[in-house]
């Protein structure tokens, strides 16, 4: 059985849905093949998978499964908000949140849940307070102030985007989220130096994240300085190649610098590295349409009709 439950796990951390979902059938009688923790973990990688599949029925019947044979454990009560979320029920899930919050009242997960789900019902005043429970509660993680941050960027407040993402980043300066957060508000605000600096410092504190570059890019594209553009995803094609969106933005660039060879070239790139993509089929496309070459134009998009049909289709 051993051998089972640790392919069960292998599967799930896998990503493999249905193969965890098959493996768990041949397991005949799970609550007296498997002991208390490892059947906790057999009901939520199978309510888990149907989700993920979006087989929403019965991941339900599994995270009921666990609440029934689990009463004071969180994780079934979690699965059955994971439904509602996954499934976009508002509603569902304030009522599935708040049964977790009277089950399990020292847990921070029933305060971000309602938080966010307020937000998203543009509830922004009981957003707030949800979130500044949170905060009371639970000083020392960074989640409620986050959802301060959010409230305020789902308004498209960008000044009070600054104020609350600069707390943010004075309590938490070794989390990149702050440093996209003003980054972006900055941008939207048209301070573009303060952006630049934001978008920077993400670069440099945290290279392994493609963030901060593509944040200069945006910058750039923003003031329509496609030189810096091309700066700037020359930069993130040699640090992110498997990244297609670097041939696009520099694409783009040249074309809008009407040097329509360098911008066929990164298209074409796109199209080798990327050929489940339309984007470098439309790019060409784009040039052809910009030198307005009607013979060119018919067949490049002949061509991309032909490799992506759906995509023409009423």
Not at 55 to 76: C, M, S, T, V
Not at 89 to 110: C, G
Request: aromatic share 16%; net charge neutral.
């Amino acid at each position: 059985m051993t051998a089972i439950y640790t392919q069960l796990e292998s599967l799930f951390k896998a990503q493999k849905w249905q193969d965890c979902i098959n493996t768990a059938k041949t397991i005949a009688d799970p609550q007296s093949e498997l002991d208390n923790t490892q059947l906790i973990w057999f009901y939520w990688w199978q309510g888990q998978s149907h989700k993920n599949l979006g087989q929403y029925e019965q991941a339900e019947q599994a995270f009921k499964a666990l609440i029934d044979k689990f009463p004071n454990h969180h994780r079934g009560y979690e699965g059955m908000v994971n439904v509602a979320q996954h499934g976009r029920n508002l509603e569902q899930i304030h009522e599935r949140a708040m049964t977790f919050r009277e089950k399990f009242p020292d847990m921070w997960h029933s305060y971000w849940w309602i938080g966010q789900n307020y937000k998203n019902l543009g509830q922004y005043e009981q957003a707030e307070a949800e979130f500044g429970r949170f905060m009371e509660k639970f000083p020392t993680m960074h989640q409620g102030l986050e959802g301060m941050v959010n409230v305020a960027q789902h308004q498209k407040d960008w000044q009070k985007t600054v104020e609350r993402a600069t707390i943010f980043q004075e309590k938490f300066p070794n989390l990149w989220h702050s440093y996209w957060w003003l980054g972006q508000a900055h941008k939207n605000l048209h301070q573009y130096k303060q952006a630049q600096g934001q978008f920077t410092q993400l670069a440099d504190k945290f290279p392994a994240m493609h963030h901060g570059y593509q944040g200069l890019i945006e910058v750039a594209q923003q003031q329509q300085d496609w030189q810096q553009v091309i700066k700037h995803t020359k930069t993130l094609q040699a640090k992110f190649p498997n990244m297609w969106q670097g041939y696009w933005w520099q694409g783009h660039a040249y074309k809008n610098l009407r040097q329509y060879e360098q911008a066929e070239q990164q298209f074409s790139l796109l199209i080798e590295k990327f050929p489940q993509m339309h984007q470098g089929y439309e790019g060409i496309v784009n040039i052809a349409q910009h030198q307005g070459d009607q013979k060119v134009i018919i067949e490049r998009a002949t061509a991309f009709r032909e490799k992506f049909p759906h995509m023409w289709q009423s």
